[in-house]
């Protein structure tokens, strides 16, 4: 029997603000002694009256215009009850049936074309403690991360394969951080996502119970997560079993979903209005302020950086992937245009040297560019074009000023990296690779003229690679003839 696949995830991003939902608390909970962010209303005690903040509402806005949403004009609060140890109040406050944003999409690149997968909702909610587990069994309550702001970001059943969920969650990922509304940061949790996933025999218009899956920490997870419990559900239906709807965890040690509750409906939750929050209202003045808020998205700049500058979509999509690679990369192009340098020749550097030297040494864009401002770019392509220096210079003086900070003309100097173009120098080098390879110059005045090649090679060596090899062999050619 033949199945189709039926994947939709609900990833939830804490929204990047300096303080928490519904209090004055800092949102800073990872690297904060345990319990020194708290306050009575992030711990839910009995009379403290919470504030909205302002804030975190208008970076979802800003959200759920990136993800093509309509946004809500009236949207309410509610509290969603359950009790958790993490959970102080016994309840969460959060979006049920009437969410900030609504009906949006992502368009995905893959190899059969683009793949629209739509957004079911975007809303808001507060994220809970963290508990800790001790290894004598006992349990620890850390409070600072309750009350911090989150998104849920849910999906349409749209995605049909365990690789498209992850790149959905990928390209998510770009945007949020891409906008400025979330770190990114999955090992600290400020980003992850939970998939419903669902199995079917090809043709059934009906889906299959649906199975949800917790717990996935990385991109990997997501993936193999999913492909996990496609083999799984399919083995249940082959063998006649249904299969329950129901949470399953994900074990990364035991690389395999476990079940962990048959799932509960949302009437169990038993949510209704929050009583201390008035409904928001959102005015159209209030969504066109967000608009003007939102930057040019990486899907645009691509576009344009192909159109306007000439690189390859491939280039492009390298140059786009963060926001601030984008930025160093348009700043390099304006400041290398009085240098002659030409936009490729700036992706040239920034893609393939640059992008190097920031993995090997583990630094970001934003810490190294004060010390490496992206004119140093122009610097040196405008360096090569003059003849100053030759391109294996060229390579030595951009990664020494890019760990020095010293600009290119200053390394040239001191380092003596001027190109060896003719004259006496070159001419006592070529003697000297004369004098050293007899058979070379033997085999060269027997006819073999190409034995001239690797005289230049000696040369080229000799000088450290200052000549410039046109040079270096007509040097040769004149010392070879007298
Ligand atoms: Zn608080």
Wanted: charged residues 25%; negative net charge; glycine residues 8%.
């Amino acid at each position: 029997m033949e199945y189709e696949v039926t994947i939709g995830l609900e990833v939830h991003a804490q929204i990047l603000t300096a303080s928490k939902m519904f209090c004055g608390c800092s949102a800073e909970y990872a690297s904060a002694a345990p319990n020194t962010h708290v306050c009575p209303i992030c711990l839910g005690l009995p009379g403290a009256l919470p504030v909205i903040n302002q804030h975190a509402i208008e970076l979802a806005g800003l959200t759920g215009l990136a993800l093509n949403c309509q946004i809500a004009s009236d949207n309410t609060i509610s509290r969603k009850n359950y009790f958790y140890p993490d959970l102080p109040a016994s309840y969460q406050r959060t979006q049920y049936d009437d969410p900030i944003c609504v009906a949006g999409w992502v368009d995905l690149d893959g190899p059969e074309g683009t793949k629209r997968i739509g957004l079911t909702r975007v809303h808001i909610e507060e994220d809970t403690g963290k508990r800790i587990h001790q290894a004598d069994g006992s349990t620890l309550v850390d409070f600072n991360r309750a009350g911090v702001p989150l998104m849920e970001i849910v999906s349409e059943p749209d995605i049909a394969s365990p690789d498209e969920a992850k790149r959905f969650f990928q390209k998510l990922r770009q945007t949020l951080i891409w906008i400025g509304v979330n770190t990114g940061n999955m090992e600290e949790g400020a980003l992850r996502c939970d998939a419903n996933i669902s199995v079917r025999p090809k043709g059934q218009a009906k889906y299959g119970s649906k199975v949800e899956i917790k717990n996935m920490n990385s991109f990997r997870a997501v993936e193999r997560a999913l492909i996990y419990e496609v083999e799984r559900q399919i083995k249940e239906l082959d063998a006649g079993n249904s299969i329950p709807q129901s949470t399953r965890g994900w074990s990364e040690a035991e690389s395999r979903t476990k079940l962990q509750r048959i799932k509960e409906s949302s009437d169990d939750y038993r949510y209704f209005p929050e009583p201390d929050i008035p409904p928001l209202a959102l005015t159209a003045n209030w969504v066109a302020e967000r608009q003007t808020e939102l930057p040019e998205l990486p899907d645009a700049r691509k576009t344009r950086f192909v159109a306007q500058y000439g690189i390859s979509a491939y280039e492009a999509e390298t140059l786009a992937d963060l926001r601030i690679d984008a930025d160093y990369f348009e700043r390099a192009v304006a400041a290398a245009a009085a240098s002659g340098a030409t936009p490729r020749d700036v992706a040239n550097w920034i893609s393939g040297e640059l992008f190097r030297l920031l993995k090997d040494t583990s630094e970001d864009l934003a810490a190294v560019e004060q010390r490496f401002p992206p004119t140093y770019i122009g610097q040196v392509q405008s360096l090569l074009n003059s003849g100053t220096i030759t391109r294996t210079s060229a390579k030595e003086v951009f990664e020494a000023s890019f760990r020095s900070g010293q600009a290119p003309s200053d390394v040239v100097a001191e380092r003596g990296l001027a190109q060896i173009g003719a004259g006496d120098a070159l001419s006592a080098l070529a003697r000297a690779a004369i004098v050293g390879n007899p058979k070379s110059v033997g085999d060269y005045h027997s006819g073999k003229v190409a034995a001239i090649k690797f005289l230049v090679g000696q040369v080229m060596r000799a000088s450290k690679g200052q000549a410039n090899p046109q040079a270096a062999q007509e040097a040769l050619e004149r010392e070879l003839s007298v």
